[in-house]
T-cell receptor, first 115, second 114 residues
């Protein structure tokens, strides 16, 4: 079974530029999550999708961050414009819901550096 | 509101020694509790989870954790550390439904000294 795929793995941009991350979850997983992991901290949930609907986006900075999950499969997370404090690893995870609460499968992450 | 604290941001043990990583949680509802491991430049991987069944939970790679409601703790242990155990470990708490957010602790970095 293929794991969660993310691209790119690394991205360096200047502040005020825009950037987009892509995630392909495990096949058949209805729930998809985007997390922000700042160096030295645990992952913080940005947005949770159930199929193509948003379940929780309470911690998503909506003035600059947006996310979509078209057709309930792949997802993209966009930042526009980026700020220095957005430097972090962006993790995508998916779960089937059937395997049990909290059993999430994580991708390798995208490391974003904003200069 | 749910929260997780992990005592000790860095823990060093000798190879073959006991590993003990501490986790305390706060939850207003019966919690589900998890330990995840993150190796360098990789995503998180589930080590084990507690879902109100047995209080002693066994996970992968020889790790286990014990749920103690009276102490609101879920400490992770392994009898004998291996070099390959060096990684970042995260404790997490969630509610009972798949719609409940998983809250991660700040993490503990484990170093294993040969």
């Amino acid at each position: 079974e293929a794991g969660v795929a993310q691209s790119p793995r690394y991205k360096i941009i200047e502040k005020r530029q825009s950037v987009a991350f892509w995630c392909n979850p495990i096949s058949g997983h209805a729930t998809l999550y985007w997390y922000q992991q700042i160096l030295g901290q645990g992952p913080k949930l940005l947005i949770q999708f159930q199929n193509n609907g948003v379940v929780d986006d309470s911690q998503l900075p909506k003035d600059r961050f947006s996310a979509e999950r078209l057709k309930g499969v792949d997802s993209t997370l966009k930042i526009q414009p980026a700020k220095l404090e957005d430097s972090a690893v962006y993790l995508c995870a998916s779960s089937s819901g059937l395997a049990g609460v909290g059993e999430q499968y994580f991708g390798p992450g995208t490391r974003l550096t904003v200069t | 509101a749910q929260s997780v604290t992990q005592l000790g941001s860095h823990v060093s043990v000798s190879e073959g020694a006991l590993v003990l990583l501490r986790c305390n949680y706060s939850s207003s509802v019966p919690p589900y509790l998890f330990w995840y491991v993150q190796y360098p430049n990789q995503g998180l991987q589930l080590l084990l989870k507690y879902t109100s069944a047995a209080t002693l939970v066994k996970g992968i790679n020889g790790f286990e954790a014990e749920f103690k409601k009276s102490e609101t703790s879920f400490h992770l242990t392994k009898p004998s550390a291996h070099m390959s155990d060096a990684a970042e470990y995260f404790c997490a708490v969630s509610g009972e439904t798949s719609y409940d957010k998983v809250i991660f602790g700040p993490g503990t970095s484990l170093s294993v000294i040969p």
